[in-house]
């Protein structure tokens, strides 16, 4: 059974990076999409973007500025930065799979998730 | 604001039925099929629908999902105290070229 689990510093300060690596186990990095996801404290889910295992990605336009998520099929990983932080970008993030390794992305969904870490953007 | 709209919170007591609605337009649910998310407090999302009516691996037949036009639901029948938890619906948008959630909705079981 495929599990994802997060690891990256809990604590950015503003202007710098957010890196945060997504280790797969059960399973090879192989024919999916692998997708980042982050929750604010208290608030909804936002997507963040994704990475196709051959290395494609997408991103939410409303990041798409300061966003990259790259794969790395030796070491079965997947990684997120996020640069000039601020603030706002306080949260949970998660990584995810997609249900289906259909390219027909609006029939996709997100499964397995990870259980998520907290990423705190102070000073 | 979410691009998919729900009720923010919900109730009912053991044994009912309830509905929670997810609506949306034609670049999300106009050719795109919905996905519902359960998520017991902190812990992580986890699908309990997919693709509009599809149960997840585990889920029990209390749960079914439904969608028609742009609009779509997710009943529970049955109402057990461990279903209290917030729901989220997500599609893809076309227009966003993304993945896009509904502000989720807050069930409570009375």
């Known amino acids: 059974q495929v599990q994802l689990q997060e690891s990256g510093p809990g604590l950015v300060k503003p202007s710098e990076t957010l890196s945060l690596t997504c280790t797969v186990s059960g399973d090879s990095i192989s024919n999916y999409y692998w997708i980042w996801i982050r929750q604010p404290p208290g608030k909804g889910l936002e997507w963040i973007g994704y990475v196709y295992f051959s290395g494609g990605t997408n991103y939410n336009p409303s990041l798409k500025s300061r966003v990259s998520i790259s794969v790395d099929k030796s070491k079965n990983q997947f990684s997120l930065e996020l640069t000039s932080v601020t603030a706002a970008d306080t949260a949970v993030y998660f990584c995810?799979?997609?249900?289906?390794?259909?390219?027909?992305?609006?029939?996709?969904?997100?499964?397995?998730w990870g259980q998520g870490t907290l990423v705190t953007v102070s000073s | 604001q979410s691009v998919l709209t729900q009720p923010p919170s919900a109730s009912g007591t053991p044994g009912q039925r309830v509905t929670i609605s997810c609506s949306g337009s034609s670049s999300t649910m106009g050719r795109n099929t919905v996905n519902w998310y359960r998520q017991l407090s902190g812990t992580a999302p986890k699908v309990l629908i997919y693709r509009n009516d599809q149960r997840s691996s585990g889920v029990p037949d209390r749960f079914s999902g439904s969608k028609s036009g742009t609009s779509a639901s997710l009943a529970i029948s049955g109402l057990q105290s461990e279903d209290e938890a917030y729901y989220y619906c997500?599609?893809?948008?076309?227009?966003?070229?993304?993945?896009?959630f509904g502000g989720g909705t807050k069930l409570t079981v009375l």
């Open positions: 995810a799979r997609s249900g289906s390794t259909s390219s027909l992305l609006g029939y996709n969904w997100f499964d397995p």
């Open positions: 997500a599609a893809w948008d076309d227009s966003l070229n993304g993945w896009v």
